[in-house]
């Protein structure tokens, strides 16, 4: 079938920001998609309000809208742009569901676009629980029985036929609670009991519980024609019950035959049919683990999490094949990328084992709740691939960046062998550990495994791993390490195998992890490199893409070209997001445009840095200082890039740089004058440039003494972490000492970081050094005032309020930093503006999570030109100036995006430890648009007028006052509790009086439970403590999608805002290309040459 | 134990004796199906074979009483990468281990099974050694050398019935089964469909089959190279004219050449459950299961009576095969599964139609 008639323009729509449960999978999967497209001849109209993303690069799709992702303004895109197609599953829920509503309200049909790939009622009989019910049955495909009772009898006879065990969920509580499993009808009488009794609508839930069973995903893929294939299957290691997102999980499918695996094959391939996708969907089974029995739990109609998964497992581009479906071209007319000589109709075959492991964000969370159930926690992933379970196992916990380098967890030591296997009962983020220890202690793995429910296959695995630590050191006792010779190689040989880490075994053995690397070294225990290949060696294949394994023989012939190394950022998590992987890809093109051989190390399954055609070569392998050299050894690169991997890379920097390896850009010692405290305190004395005032304790006796001499309020921190970890605000003795104590691990080799705290404005830059000029694209300005995260804030760029000699000064330091540190790259730094003086707070030489957006709003290639200086070029061979760039004439402005309402239990107040999981860009001509953009772009739903529920920390009530004033104007009622009622009162604004929680009724969570909210302004006093009634408060508000407002800047801006909206100002949108089209007639300094690809 | 797999190229790969010790040579293959050991193993189309499996974790969910193929093993040996002594499935019985040693079978673990299937995919299948004796690589590559190659040997009367038996006794068509090697798997397809089936050996005479006036003819599959069963091509040329007929793997070959086809050895065959296969006529594309390491191949005059039904998609070999004039069709690969895809089973009930109509046409 050729491609379809007529299609010329096509329009993508993104998943907007990252939030758990949709992150940076989606950003390969578009930017898959619209290379795609355009290979194909296609125009691409792309909407994505995230600008951390390559998919929003202009050089990806031919219109890139970094619009909200809100069917008014999509709708308003469409009459611009007039595409011939919409292609809508390559955006996870959020694109799915923008297309749905496009399609609902006629806009499609009004400018006559046609829906491409899956059809609106495909996406319909998936998500529709009714329909899909339906559909399932009507092709014999059974879904878990399901009923709604509003009485104990309905229950029973519900129970009379499908029998026990049942889960109950009562309709409409928070959190589900109050439901349970029952296994008889003596629970059930009870848990319906309690259910029906807490439910608001007396109705309770009932399914036949599946827990225990085995999850089994199918990736399927299906064309116009009805070719289907599966990609692969995968096991969830944890049986039914997690989120498959919670899961670790493992592919192929290791615990089922032939007949099992074809069995489900077979049904998700009726399914898609039975639905009619057209490209790619994920199907769910449970199966029983003790016959042939399965249920169909849920079909995703669109590429997902696990197809990204699935693709970078096996090396079939699931996305791109999709898109080219949805343009009307048939499986075994699509080439196969990998062969370039066979088609895409093909099932991979794995000759490796591949895990993926979530990473939680419960080190950010610490107050979470770390059960893990239905609702996905994590917040991104990672993925390893070996020859054996064990190996692929160790390496994806070495992988998360955790702490870890093994299957033991410190805190397990201490407890007794009883209480292990009690906490084996608990389902959390900790449970493979558990199951470690538990091994270890002699726990019966039958008893492990009737507790965890978890195959056998698994449990023994890990027990062959829990053995061979014992056999180390058994082999220890009975030759002393100094005598370890060409016997033990076949042992060490195994061991690595499995995965072990020298790390792991230096702690195991009590040697040094250098002499375990030597020691192998000469005996011949060394990794070798395997390639992915999708065919099991079966074809040849130019995949450069590898991992490592102790075998036999190696795949990787390294070339004879120059190469450098660029390490990643790892999983996804809080503060160290997909900006690093956009970072590490630009830095892979550009150094490939200078004509080396780009090799990218990262795990990341959802990122785009881990596509296999987008560096020269890709190692999937963990980021430690043993995978990283083994990779060096063997490619022997020129250096290595470390300034674009976050954390991830920077920490690999020093050890590397200690092994002789070349780190390319700002030197390792540059690197720790920056993050020294003490150091770069006296550097910044010596260059006359004032610092906040602040003192590294290394005790808490030391930090006290400080506190005394300049007072509260401070900020504390722990030295060397990203993203503000364990960042608070202190505001007297008891709260410093409860820190001190309680918060952090105080060593003099991990000291304190002890600040003033300057409640001033925060104002960030982000520049590039060649070592001889220092280029500012611009400064940003944050709303929230100081204090709050800067990857929490929203930021607008390019300043809107600084003075002529704040901007100088801003810039002079920015420069004389960045060349007094001998920075070559990039260089990020942090200033507060108190009055007429500028602090600086922190100087970081390396990328920012602010570079994709302040590159993309800039049109300067930051990336590329940073790499560019690395490898010794200037900056003035390209053109560019000394010092800060002209601003463009259009605002961008950057706002945070949270997932809170994944996480019970978390305070959404926005202190200096960063909460955000992702970020959304809003652009337009002036300043309060783009806030009003960015905020709708982040969720908020802004009505015209409604009932603001108002709480004031008393030190806010008179400048808070001022604000409600113009609100009333507007229109607004408010509600408030007793200090801030009288406040408005005394002002003569009227106000409904809500009690406090726990003084009586009405108290503000009925209020906001019940509806009457629009809008939640608090600002907090102090947060961390969960009673405290602003917790409460915020926490219902995310738990009813009441759009919640804890600074009074922000308060402001959307005052302005709402201000705009009701003089009947109408948005309109531009693409980013149109953006950038107007500021090159202003700016002269675009590239001369196509650095970007 | 120490073992070692030599190849007659002198190549060597050192591993862990398992199943039966002791020393056996065969052809050296690969098999890239994840899953499916079992039924590969049994098959008696493995007859003469060496089998390496590409996917490194065998073993895992041992071995059941339900799977087999066959009554045993045909493969003279297995090369694993690990293999699994705590296998876990509902329907496991015994370890593959246990199985291998009980059927006399050598294998060799601890093999890098990627590094052999990528020599054997550069160099071609070839004849191989596992050997558990220590003898030296030289000796054993020699060795090898002067083996006959396995499908050389008539393998098909190896493996075929001895006698005559009713497999179903259905209500359905009367379909007799040519055994040159037949898996379980198409009997049941045949079963399940209500037929009546009846086996019989590979050396029967064409009046034998025909006696009891059946509804149908399966050529099943088999092992080895179809050009060395002759008495299977000569059934071939004469059943054509009398029933409707299937053929199978090594029964599409034979139909094949009994058509005029030519047949020649792939240079590291088509082993695996992912073979993607296209349909000519409609472009519908199927993944099929596959073992076989010969094909035919038509020239412009055998496609006078023949028509090319299906093609591989990746290397353009031929799938499959129609006759112009008679009621006879034939895929080279597996519509039964067993391991692999049941993609191809429609063509079973497309035999069942024909059946039905050509009863009617009579």
Same mark, same amino acid.
């Given at each position: 079938m050729p491609k379809a008639e007529g299609l010329r323009r096509i329009m993508v729509i993104g998943s907007g920001p990252i939030v758990i449960g949709q992150a940076a999978e989606f950003d390969y999967a578009g930017t898959q998609a619209c290379k795609a497209l355009k290979e194909e001849g296609m125009e691409v109209i792309l909407v994505n309000?995230?600008?951390?993303?390559?998919?929003?690069?202009?050089?990806?799709?031919d219109a890139v809208y970094l619009e909200p992702l809100e069917p008014e303004f999509i709708a308003r895109i469409i009459e611009k742009?007039?595409?011939?197609?919409?292609?809508?599953?390559?955006?996870g829920q959020t694109g799915l569901n923008m297309a749905v509503a496009l399609a609902e309200s006629g806009v499609l049909e009004k400018f006559g676009v046609r829906l491409l790939g899956t059809p609106l009622e495909s996406i319909r009989k998936a998500e529709d629980r009714d329909l899909f019910k339906q559909t399932m049955e009507s092709i014999g495909e059974p879904v878990a029985e399901s009923t709604i009772a509003d009485s104990l009898a309905a229950a029973f006879e519900f129970a009379e036929q499908i029998g026990y065990p049942i889960i109950v969920r009562p309709a409409f509580t928070l959190g589900g609670s109050g439901g349970g499993i029952a296994n008889n009808k003596d629970e059930l009488r009870e848990i319906v009991g309690r259910g029906l009794k807490n439910s608001p609508i007396k109705q309770v839930l009932l399914e036949r519980s599946l827990a225990g069973w085995k999850e089994i995903e199918y990736e399927v893929i299906r064309d116009a024609a009805d070719n289907c294939i599966t990609v692969c299957n995968m096991e969830n290691?944890?049986? %039914?019950?997690?989120h498959t997102g919670d899961s670790i999980v493992?592919?192929?499918?290791?615990?089922?035959t032939d007949k099992e695996h074809q069995m489900l094959r077979s049904a998700a391939l009726k399914i898609i049919r039975a639905l009619g996708i057209e490209g790619g969907c994920n199907v769910q089974f449970a199966l029983s683990p003790t016959g042939f029995e399965y249920y169909?739990?849920?079909?995703?109609p669109r590429v997902s999490r696990s197809s990204a998964l699935a693709s970078k497992a096996t090396g079939y581009p699931i996305a791109k094949v999709a898109a080219k479906i949805g343009i009307g071209l048939t499986l075994p007319e699509i080439t196969n990328p990998i062969t370039q000589?066979?088609?895409?109709?093909f099932e991979p075959s794995l000759d490796y084992c591949v895990i993926k492991f979530p990473r939680w964000p419960f080190d950010k969370f610490?107050?979470?709740?770390?059960t893990l159930g239905t609702q996905m926690k994590a917040t991104g992933e990672v993925m390893a691939i070996d020859r054996t379970f064990e190996g692929a196992l160790q390496k994806a916990v070495r992988s998360?960046?955790?702490? #870890?380098?093994?299957?033991?967890?410190?805190? #397990?030591?201490?407890?007794s062998t009883e209480q292990i296997r009690q906490q084996l009962k608990v389902v959390d983020d900790e449970r493979i550990f558990v199951l470690a220890e538990a091994l270890r202690r002699g726990i019966p793995r039958e008893e492990i495994h009737q507790i965890t429910a978890i195959d056998y296959w698994f449990i023994d695995r890990i027990h062959k791993i829990i053995q061979m630590e014992t056999t180390l050191q058994e082999r220890l006792r009975a030759v002393p390490w100094t005598s370890w010779g060409p016997a033990e190689a076949e042992l060490m040989a195994r061991a690595k195998q499995m995965g072990f880490a020298d790390s792991y075994l230096s702690r195991l053995l009590g040697v040094s992890e250098l002499a375990i690397r030597e020691w192998r070294s000469e005996h011949g225990v060394l990794p070798k490199y395997k390639m992915v290949d999708t065919c099991a060696a079966e074809y040849e294949a130019a995949t450069p893409y590898f991992y490592s394994t102790?075998?036999?023989?190696?795949d990787a012939r390294p070339s004879d070209r120059p190469k450098v190394l660029v390490l990643g950022s790892g999983p996804i998590r809080i503060g160290q997001g997909i900006e690093f992987d956009y970072c590490s890809v630009h830095s892979a093109w550009a150094l490939q445009e200078a004509g080396y051989e780009a090799i990218i190390v990262n795990?990341?399954?959802?990122?785009?840095?881990?596509?296999?055609?987008?560096?020269?070569r890709l190692y999937f392998e963990p980021l430690t200082v043993e995978d990283v050299l083994n990779i060096i050894e063997k490619e022997k690169p020129e250096g290595v890039v470390?300034?674009?991997?976050g954390q991830t890379a920077i920490n690999l920097a020093a050890p590397l740089a200690a092994r002789g390896v070349r780190i390319l850009g700002t030197s390792v010692d540059s690197i720790d004058l920056a993050e020294d405290r003490e150091r770069f305190e006296a550097f910044l004395r010596r260059l006359g440039i004032p610092q906040t005032e602040g003192k590294a304790a290394t005790s808490l006796e030391e930090a006290m003494g400080f506190a005394l001499k300049i007072g509260f309020p401070l900020m504390v921190r722990p030295s060397y972490?990203?993203?503000?970890?364990?960042m608070e605000i202190v505001h007297n003795e008891s709260e410093l000492y409860e820190y001190m104590k309680t918060a952090v691990k105080v060593t003099p080799d991990h000291p304190v970081l002890v600040d003033r705290y300057i409640s001033g404005m925060e104002v960030e830059v982000d520049a590039i050094c060649d070592g001889e000029q220092v280029l500012i694209p611009g400064i940003m300005e944050h709303?929230?005032?100081?204090?709050?995260h800067s990857g929490d804030s929203y930021s607008l760029?390019?300043?809107?309020?600084?003075t002529k000699s704040q901007v100088e000064r801003i810039v002079d330091y920015t420069r004389r930093m960045a060349l007094g540190l001998g920075a070559v790259g990039l260089v990020n730094v942090q200033f507060v503006i108190e009055g007429d003086r500028v602090y600086v707070i922190e100087v970081n030489p390396r990328a920012s999570r602010t570079v994709p957006f302040v590159s993309k709003v800039t049109g300067v290639p930051m990336v590329a030109l940073a790499t560019r200086c690395m490898l010794g070029e200037k900056l003035a061979d390209y053109g560019y100036p000394d010092g800060l760039l002209e601003p463009p004439p259009y605002v961008s402005v950057k706002a945070p995006v949270f997932?809170?309402?994944?996480?019970?239990?978390?305070? %959404?107040? #926005?202190?200096?430890e960063m909460k955000s999981t992702g970020e959304v860009l809003g652009i337009d001509e002036n300043a309060d648009a783009a806030i009003y953009k960015a905020v709708v772009a982040a969720g908020g739903r802004m009505a015209d007028r409604g009932t603001i529920l108002a709480t004031l920390a008393d030190k806010d009530k008179a400048e808070g006052l001022e604000l409600l004033r113009s609100f009333a104007e507007l229109g607004y009622s408010f509600m408030a509790t007793s200090g801030t009622a009288d406040l408005l009162e005394s002002a003569g604004i009227p106000v409904q009086r809500l009690f406090k929680?726990?003084?009586?009724?009405?108290d503000v969570l009925d209020a906001i439970k019940e509806g009457k909210v629009d809008l939640l302004l608090n600002t907090p006093?102090?947060?961390?403590?969960?009673?405290?009634n602003g917790f409460q408060m915020r926490r219902a508000a995310v738990e009813f999608r009441v759009p919640c407002i804890t600074s009074l800047d922000t308060a402001a801006a959307m005052l302005r805002v709402l201000q705009e909206r009701k003089a009947g100002r109408a948005l309109q949108p531009y693409s980013l290309q149109e953006y950038l089209q107007r500021f090159q007639s202003v700016g002269k300094y675009r590239l001369r040459h196509g650095l970007m690809v | 134990m120490k073992a070692v797999l030599v190849l007659e190229d002198g190549s060597a790969y050192y591993g862990t004796a398992i199943g039966k010790r002791g020393e056996v040579h065969g052809e050296v293959v690969f098999n890239?199906?994840?899953?499916g050991y079992q039924e590969i193993l049994t098959d008696?189309?493995?007859?003469g074979a060496i089998i390496t499996m590409?996917?490194?974790?065998?073993?895992?969910?041992g071995i059941n009483?339900?799977?087999?193929?066959?009554?045993?093993?045909?493969?003279?040996g297995i090369v694993v990468r690990e293999l699994c002594f705590s296998p876990s499935n509902?329907?496991?019985?015994?370890?593959l281990n246990a199985f291998l040693v009980e059927n006399d079978v050598c294998g060799i673990a601890g093999v890098d099974t990627r590094a052999l299937s990528r020599h054997l995919r550069e160099h071609g299948t070839m004849r191989g050694i596992i050997s558990s004796?220590?003898?030296s690589v030289e000796e054993l590559a020699e060795r090898a050398r002067s083996?006959?190659?396995?499908?050389?040997?008539?393998l098909v009367s190896q493996v075929t019935t001895e006698k005559a038996y009713v497999y179903a006794d259905g209500n359905g068509p009367d379909v007799v089964v040519i055994d040159f090697g037949v898996k379980e798997g198409i009997l049941r397809a045949l079963a399940q469909r209500g037929c009546r089936v009846r086996v019989v050996p590979a050396t029967s005479k064409p009046e034998d089959i025909l006696a009891e006036r059946p509804d149908g003819i399966l050529f099943s599959s088999g092992p080895?190279?179809?050009?060395?069963c002759t008495y299977g091509i000569d059934l071939a040329r004469v059943l054509m004219k009398e029933a409707p007929i299937m053929g199978i793997g090594l029964g599409h070959q034979l139909l094949s050449l009994a058509c005029g086809a030519r047949s020649y050895k792939l240079k590291h065959g088509h082993r695996g459950a992912n073979h993607p296969v296209q349909e000519i006529e409609t472009g519908r594309a199927y993944i099929t299961s596959q073992n076989h390491g010969f094909a035919v191949e038509f020239d412009e005059a055998s496609l006078a009576d023949v028509i090319v039904t299906h093609k591989n998609l990746?290397?353009?070999?031929?799938e499959g095969m129609r006759h112009r004039h008679l009621p006879v069709f034939s895929v080279q690969?597996?519509?039964?599964a067993a391991p692999g895809p049941?993609?191809?089973?429609?063509l079973f009930d497309r035999f069942l139609q024909q059946l039905a109509a050509t009863g009617v046409d009579a």
């Open positions: 309000s995230n600008p951390a993303t390559i998919m929003t690069d202009p050089e990806v799709a742009e007039r595409p011939d197609g919409l292609l809508p599953t390559l955006g290691i944890d049986p %039914i019950g997690i493992v592919a192929p499918s290791q615990t089922l169909v739990i849920e079909v995703n000589k066979t088609t895409a109709f610490t107050t979470a709740n770390r998360l960046e955790i702490g #870890l380098d093994g299957l033991q967890l410190d805190k #397990l030591k201490d407890l102790y075998d036999q023989h190696d795990n990341n399954p959802e990122t785009v840095s881990t596509d296999f055609d987008t560096s020269d470390v300034q674009f991997g972490v990203l993203g503000g970890r364990a709303i929230e005032r100081a204090g709050v760029f390019p300043h809107q309020s600084l997932s809170f309402e994944k996480m019970n239990a978390v305070d %959404i107040f #926005l202190g200096p929680i726990g003084e009586g009724h009405p006093t102090r947060g961390k403590i969960p009673e405290r | 890239t199906s994840m899953t008696p189309s493995s007859s590409t996917y490194p974790l065998i073993g895992n969910y009483a339900d799977d087999f193929q066959s009554r045993g093993i045909h493969a003279r509902w329907r496991s019985r015994d370890l004796v220590e003898v083996t006959p190659l396995p499908s050389d040997e008539d080895g190279d179809p050009q060395r990746n290397d353009g070999t031929v690969y597996h519509p039964e049941e993609d191809s089973t429609y």
